[in-house]
């Protein structure tokens, strides 16, 4: 099955999927929404470390 999604946040649709035993193989995004989440959660560790 291939699904083509208009949303940013999959996590949501790739958990139940995965809740009723669908097997999830590859998940394709933009890039630039995946380096922002990446930027976000780097300034995030660096403002747990105190740095």
Do not use: T, W
């Not at 949303?7 to 999927?17: C, D, M, P």
């Not at 999830?24 to 930027?39: E, P």
């Amino acid at each position: 099955m291939i699904l083509k999604l208009d949303s940013e946040e999959l996590s949501g649709v790739i958990q139940a999927l995965m809740r009723y035993d669908y097997n999830v193989k590859a998940i394709y995004q933009d890039r630039s929404m995946l380096n922002d989440l990446y930027q976000d959660r780097f300034d995030l560790f660096m403002k747990f470390m105190n740095i």
